[in-house]
């Protein structure tokens, strides 16, 4: 049914019958247009909210701070029962009427800057400066207006909504937060992610990474005295080469790069220790896991091979899985993307499927639950930079589409049956 264009534009996207009467319903009743009138007129406590919750330092797994002040800020938006799992997450529930599914809206709280870096919001020219100011101060602010536009028009959704600001997002963190909610909430029959600025980009495919830290040790020595002993970083030299002739489809898209490489103490020693790190990402998993057979197996010959050309055994080697994030699919007329699509188009723009990126929804969707991440709204660039910088312009549809796809998935009393099963 449905014939996206490569470009992902998505010009030729047909809705189906049902999402569209759906969406026909929704948008003419009173109290949908009252919470969507509500949303615009949010927009400045929404930015305000923003540039708090900027402020407040979250590096990934130091999040406790801007977490707990989220918890009262959901608590303030209108929700009842605000709690803080073992991972760290803070959700809260909006009950639906019964019987309905269950929906995540997640936001992550995390940023990529370490702790002691300069958040503080410099507002100059039109713009607001500050690292963290998009991704995700954008979506974590957001996600509150669309939480007060529920308790304002008191609409009853049919299934529950869970609201929530998770951690782990970035980097390192893995998807920690998420990864946690999916293992300990198994009756959850979708997502959505709210990350960072836009209002017309819909994600709903997953790439997956694996990550390693790769350690060479050896007995090390003098360069001259010593010489003869196998060296670490001559190790990891050869596993590099071996790596680096790698051949990856270029579809589905499969990456891979030694990252960053360490090791040695002199330029007169041999080496005794070297370490890289290495990513390796694909938009399909049984991609994915040959290149990380091909470079498990480069880094073990290379051991082997080091150690066969000084007659030694002393070269070892340790590798250490630091990065997993699934890969996954769905299809792009899945009701998740139909809903968001709808959403996008009833407030008057043209949505865009976006290409497979990696975010919160990659655990969902390699659960084949139905998951996509949208925008917060307004305008920004330079994430994941110091130069981060962010436009409140038309910063309320954001909001407003989220609030849309979610009264379409779950279904609003008296007005919309649940459109996930
Ligand atoms: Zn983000």
């Not at 007995?219 to 002993?229: D, E, K, L």
Request: aromatic letters at 6%; glycine letters at 12%.
């Amino acid at each position: 049914m449905v014939d996206c264009n490569d470009s992902g534009l998505g010009r030729d996207y047909k809705l189906s019958p049902i999402i569209k009467s759906v969406y026909e319903v929704l948008t003419a009743n009173h109290l949908v247009k009252r919470g969507l009138d509500f949303i615009k007129a949010d927009d400045e406590t929404t930015l305000k909210d923003q540039i708090t919750i900027c402020e407040i330092p979250a590096p990934t797994f130091k999040e406790e701070m801007r977490a707990g002040y989220y918890m009262d800020q959901l608590v303030a938006a209108g929700l009842d029962h605000v709690e803080m799992d073992s991972t760290g997450n803070v959700f809260g529930i909006l009950q639906g009427t019964g019987k309905g599914p269950k929906l995540l809206v997640a936001a992550h709280l995390d940023t990529v800057f370490p702790e002691g870096c300069d958040v503080t919001v410099i507002h100059k020219n039109g713009r607001y400066y500050a690292p963290g100011i998009g991704d995700n101060s954008k979506g974590l602010a957001a996600l509150l207006s669309v939480v007060r536009a529920f308790r304002d028009t008191r609409i009853k959704p049919i299934g529950d909504i869970i609201f929530c600001g998770n951690v782990g997002e970035e980097g390192l963190g893995d998807l920690a937060g998420i990864k946690a909610f999916f293992r300990d909430n198994a009756d959850v029959d979708g997502f959505i992610a709210v990350d960072g600025v836009g209002s017309k980009d819909i994600v709903y495919l997953a790439t997956g990474s694996r990550r390693y830290e790769v350690t060479y040790r050896g007995p090390g020595g003098h360069s001259f005295s010593t010489f003869g002993v196998p060296s670490a970083i001559h190790a990891m030299g050869r596993a590099i080469a071996k790596i680096a002739d790698v051949k990856t489809p270029r579809d589905p898209k499969t990456t891979f790069t030694v990252g960053t490489v360490s090791g040695g103490t002199s330029v007169n020693s041999i080496a005794a220790e070297a370490a890289m790190l290495i990513d390796m990402r694909s938009n399909a998993t049984e991609e994915l896991l040959k290149v990380e057979a091909k470079a498990l197996e480069a880094v073990r010959l290379a051991t082997y091979e080091e150690n066969a050309r000084w007659q030694s055994d002393s070269i070892t080697v340790d590798t250490k899985l630091i990065g997993d994030r699934p890969a996954g699919n769905q299809a792009p007329d899945s009701v998740i993307v139909q809903a968001a699509y709808a959403s996008i188009q009833a407030l008057g723009n043209t949505p865009y499927l976006e290409g497979p990126l990696s975010t919160d929804a990659n655990i969902p969707i390699a659960l084949g639950i139905p998951a996509i991440c949208l925008g917060g709204g307004g305008r920004g660039g330079s994430a994941h930079s110091p130069d981060e910088w962010y436009e409140n312009v038309d910063a309320y549809l954001g909001p407003q589409s989220i609030f849309l796809t979610i009264l379409g998935l779950v279904g609003a009393d008296g007005m919309s049956k649940p459109l996930l099963p």
